[in-house]
């Protein structure tokens, strides 16, 4: 099994992003994905996850201004950020699990190995 994002870049305050994660080796439509973050120097924390039914779930910190997709036929997973704030700059993981539904709070089975989100002045 093998999750790769793609998408990390310098952006400005104000600005967007879109992260891409791509499969491997599990089909991501079986169960929940999400995406997680890492800002330097802090825990790891949860972003958005989207369960089987479609259902979505975000960081209040990220309500509307981010949005996870997915598109089964490519077996990929997206994130949209809008609007982005230096509170933002983080390494961002791709995650999956065989779960229908997953928490915001609990680490998932499959693992990207992130995408690094910086702001520029």
């Known amino acids: 099994v093998q999750l790769v994002e793609s998408g990390g870049d310098f952006v400005q305050p104000g600005g967007s992003l879109r992260l891409s994660c791509a499969a491997s080796?599990?089909?991501?439509?079986?169960?929940?994905v999400g995406w997680f973050r890492q800002p330097p120097g802090k825990e790891r924390e949860g972003v958005a996850i989207?369960?089987?039914?479609?259902?979505?779930r975000y960081a209040d910190s990220v309500k509307g201004r981010f949005t996870i997709s997915k598109d089964n036929a490519k077996n990929m997973v997206y994130q949209q950020m809008n609007n982005m704030m230096p509170e933002d700059a983080a390494v961002y993981y791709c995650?999956?699990?065989?779960?229908?539904?997953?928490?915001?709070?609990?680490?998932?089975?499959?693992w990207g190995k992130g995408t690094l989100v910086t702001f520029s002045s």
């Open positions: 995650a999956g699990d065989l779960y229908a539904h997953c928490s915001l709070r609990h680490g998932m089975k499959h």
């Open positions: 989207l369960d089987t039914d479609d259902t979505t």
């Open positions: 080796g599990y089909t991501l439509s079986s169960g929940c």
